[in-house]
């Protein structure tokens, strides 16, 4: 019986040496703690046509999940300013869609990263949300292309005066310091006369920043056809 005591503590004993000496290889789906003093902030929004929900990681951690392309997030996210891969994966299922690698980011700026594309080619735009010599007497305006089949196109705040932004697909603008009030804005397709887009009334205050952004298709069959949304960033 004694021997038989023995023999059980010795395997008790065993398979806890066993326990604390497993070292687990996370997979994608295990959290992990991100620093927020060695980290930057980044806006996630979805602009991509054929996947309108996805989910976000940074390497193995995952940041967010089930970005739509029908509404915004309008948070920042913390990750980390070492080299780092953006993955995302579609929600169902859940497939690797896009990846990116990183290694250019600031600790404590502020960023926007825009997905967009379609399922046979996807692409993002990462942009600098800090503002050099910030004014809250007026307004700050950018702009960004994204529609997936979109000519270049001249955008257009109009307001008692114009502004005129030329971007090429895949491109936006720096902000530009503008004056507080509602503005009507307009998407020429290069060359034409006839906007492609028309929003109006469109309310910039000071004090605050915002990404006036094109995105969908041209194709006016399709389910996420051209729309101009304003995202305005958070504080």
Known sequence: MKMQNNIK????????????????????????EIKPSESAKIQFINANTDFTETDIYSSEIAILKKLSYFWFNTNYYFIGVESTHIRLYSSTPKELIYSRAISDLKKQNKY?????????????????DS???????????????????????????????????DLEQGTASNFSESFAGNYNIEFYEQGATKPIIRVTDVEFKNGAAYTVILKGST???????????IVELPK
């Open 219 to 229: 194709n006016t069959s399709s389910e996420n056809r051209l729309v101009c949304e």
């Open 112 to 128: 926007t990263f825009i997905f967009f594309g379609n399922s046979e080619k996807s692409s993002s735009i990462i942009m600098n």
């Open 131 to 165: 503002i050099e010599n910030f004014n809250s007497d007026f307004a700050y305006i950018r702009c960004v292309h994204s529609s997936i089949d979109c000519k270049p196109v001249t955008i257009r705040l109009i307001k008692d005066f114009t502004t005129s932004i």
């Open 9 to 32: 503590k010795l395997i008790g004993t065993l398979f806890f040496l066993i326990l604390v000496s497993c070292t687990c290889v996370p997979d994608i789906d295990t959290p992990k």
